[in-house]
């Protein structure tokens, strides 16, 4: 009788002598052999269970059968397990050791089937257990009859080769899938590099299906774009189809698609058979399954890849799992491609515009040097045609001319600079220069020479005919003065009179204006001199006195003593200082208060002329040195005027190189300020 101690070291050499054997066909040979050394039989028989189907196979039979006949009809066993009423075969499933002998298998020919193979009359038998599972079973033909320590022998063989068997069947599980894997991964790296070097749409979408289709072995497949804000599904690649893409698009137009399904939830599916599916389109005649996934950036849908395959249930997990990882990748490239598409699009729109523009346009780098030459630049700047000037500074191309000093004042900080520009051909340029934070200079450049011209054509115009006009105002106001002489004009005769006085004398005014305006727009001489502001603030003040005291308005003029002289047209200041009083004057009520007051900072002449009176709405501010432009409101109505002496002050005031500006609220005041330049930082200097 064999011992525990001798069937543990039986378990142990077994699995020491074959345990280190991981393929499945040499172990269960080794396997046999070794139950022959340790067990009085003559053959051994082994049969392994399918891992995928409920069958038994041939594992191995010691000794080797002599005709290869047998040996061809042993490999093509396939048993049953679950579709037998063997009683026998139940036991193998229970775990139950066995006999088989002619009797038993008499009406079970399957079985009876291995006695003849083995050619004995009888057999003893274990099926291997691993938990519970059934992993093959072992038949021995025997030379003595069985005992207790037969029993006990085998009890330990089967042990050793469900434990073996299950190992190497791990093994090679592991090995199986650590090889699916790699090739995979080798695939992905390879498609990775090949989607990385391309940027040209189409040819990431014809890969990728070329990967889907040979991945899934899939015999055909499409590519859609889809737009989410429309809801559309647009197909732009198939392969293998039998309906063209327009058919087929038009088919897809009429009715919802799987596909379309796909982009609309975001969900990949698996249809095992179309037939099934009321939204399956046949484009490809003899599809039977179809598989189709999302192609996403950031959690948008922007694609969807369908593959469809020849077979029913044509496309397992791992072919979903593997087009997903597809699409993934995909989904970057397509946005790359995309994003280069529209990258090269705008710039070539960029470069047709800027190629075709009549404006100059240049661009100059951090670095001072030029990046970008329109081709308008080159005639209008009189540059040479086949010259290079990309990388040249500013000043190396227009050296001492108006245009660099333009430029230079855009250098010293002057941002943006708005200037008009006389260039060498003596045309007129509206130059515009900013700064761009990360990019540098840009100066664009508008030809203003035509209007320039039309602008001088009406100045003359103006000037032409308001001459003209005056003359009959004149011969009228001598008539008006030769009926006052008359003396035969009762009461009402002489208010008409007086009425047709006011009107010609406001129409000269206008006239006046105009002549004026005209004057100053067409470049005036200015007759530039120091001039002490304190006493021209008086005179004006004198000037206006009726009115002042007409509105009973309080004054406050506060003009330091130490204030210097303004370098200045002294009449044409005084036309400032006058339309500005004179305005704070007329646009303030009875009892108002009127502040004129100036000081000296950073070499300027600050002066504000401010009033308590009726105030300019926010959206009059933006009109009020417009030609004619007057505010229309109620309180205004009855305020004589032109609309054009504010034009006027401020051409006046720029034609000094000075500044002005106002800050308003209706109906709580106004004050205007005005700065102009010192004639000398010492006044003292000058008055001396
Ligand atoms: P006007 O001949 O009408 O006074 P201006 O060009 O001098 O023409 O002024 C334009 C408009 O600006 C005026 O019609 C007036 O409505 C408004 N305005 C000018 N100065 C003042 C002020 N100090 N207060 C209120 N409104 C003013």
């Known amino acids: 009788m064999l011992n525990h101690h001798d069937q543990a070291g039986l378990f142990q050499n077994l699995v020491l002598s074959v345990g280190t054997v991981l393929d499945l066909k040499s172990l269960l040979k080794q396997l046999a052999a070794q139950v022959n050394i340790h067990l009085p039989a003559s053959q051994c028989l082994i049969l392994v269970a399918d891992e995928d189907d409920p069958v038994l196979r041939f ?31 139940a036991d193998w499933i229970a775990g139950n050791p066995f006999t088989l002998t002619a009797e038993n298998t008499a009406d079970q020919p399957e079985l009876g089937w291995l006695l003849t193979m083995m050619a004995v009359d009888e057999v003893v038998g274990q099926p291997l257990m691993n938990r519970d599972e059934l992993v093959g079973v072992i038949l021995l033909a025997l030379n003595e009859e069985g005992g207790e320590a037969l029993e006990s022998r085998l009890a330990a063989v089967t042990a050793a080769g469900a434990l073996t068997i299950q190992n190497a069947r791990i093994y090679s599980r592991t090995v199986h899938q650590a090889e699916a894997h790699m090739r995979e991964l080798t695939i992905l790296r390879q498609i990775d590099r090949e989607l990385n070097d391309t940027i040209e749409p189409h040819h990431v979408f014809q890969m990728t299906l070329d990967w889907a289709l040979r991945f899934t072995n899939a015999q055909a497949a499409s590519i859609g774009l889809y737009d989410q804000e429309t809801d559309e599904l647009r197909i732009i690649t198939t392969y293998g189809y039998d309906t063209s893409l ?35 389109i046949r484009g490809a005649n003899q599809t039977q399954s179809q598989l189709s996934v999302p192609i996403r950036r950031e959690d948008r849908v922007i694609s969807v890849i369908s593959v469809e395959s020849k ?188 009425m047709v006085r006011k009107s010609i004398q406001s129409m000269r005014q206008l006239i006046d204006d105009l002549l004026d305006l005209a004057k100053i727009e067409s470049g005036i001489q200015l007759n530039m001199e120091p001039v002490d502001v304190k006493s021209l603030v008086d005179d004006c003040l004198e000037s206006l006195q009726p009115n002042i005291l007409g509105k009973a308005l309080r004054v406050v003029a506060d003009i330091p003593d130490d204030l210097p002289f303004l370098l200045a047209d002294r009449a044409r200041f005084q036309q400032i200082l006058l339309n500005l009083t004179s305005n704070a004057v007329k646009y303030t009520q009875t009892d108002g208060e009127i502040q004129i007051r100036a000081e000296h900072r950073d070499k300027m002449v600050h002066i504000v002329v401010k009033d308590n009176g009726m105030g300019i709405s926010a959206e009059d501010q933006t009109h009020i040195f417009e030609r004619f432009y007057r505010v229309r409101r109620p309180e205004t109505d009855n305020i004589e005027g032109t609309g054009l002496g504010l034009a006027i002050v401020k051409s006046l005031v720029e034609a000094h190189k000075g500044q002005i500006g106002l800050e308003s609220r209706l109906g709580e005041g106004t004050q205007f300020f005005l700065k102009l330049p010192v004639a000398v930082d010492d006044p003292t200097v000058v008055s001396a």
Do not use: C, W
């Open 246 to 280: 327009e058919e087929l698009q038009y088919l897809r137009a009429q009715s919802s698609s799987i596909a379309h399904r796909v982009a609309r939830s975001g969900r990949a599916e698996i249809i095992p058979n179309v037939a099934d599916d009321k939204d399956y």
């Open 311 to 498: 077979k029913l249930n044509g496309f397992s997990d791992e072919h979903l799992d593997f087009v997903e990882k597809l699409a993934a990748r995909a989904g970057v490239a397509i946005d790359n491609a995309r994003l280069f598409d529209t990258t090269a699009r705008e710039r070539e729109k960029l470069s047709h515009i800027l190629n075709n523009t009549a404006d100059v346009v240049i661009v100059l780098g951090l670095d001072e040097r030029l990046i970008l030459i329109n081709p308008a630049a080159f005639s209008a700047l009189r540059l040479y045609p086949y010259e290079n000037y990309v990388g040249r500074r500013f000043e190396e191309i227009f050296p001492n001319t108006p245009l660099m000093d333009a430029y230079k004042r855009a250098q010293n900080g002057t941002d943006p600079l708005v200037e008009e520009v006389e260039v060498a051909s003596g045309r007129i340029f509206h130059m515009n220069v900013t700064t761009q934070e990360n990019v540098g200079r840009i100066i664009v450049m508008h030809d203003i020479t035509p209007f320039k011209e039309m602008d001088r054509l009406k100045s003359e115009l103006i000037a032409t005919v308001s001459h003209d006009l005056k003359q009959p105002l004149a011969v009228m106001n001598g008539y008006i003065e030769l009926l006052l002489m008359h003396r035969k004009l009762d009461e009402n005769g002489l208010g008409f009179l007086d």
């Open 59 to 89: 594992g191995a039979l010691h000794p080797a059968p002599s005709d290869t006949r047998t040996q061809q009809m042993l490999e093509s066993l396939s048993l049953g397990l679950f579709n037998s009423s063997s009683p026998i075969i």
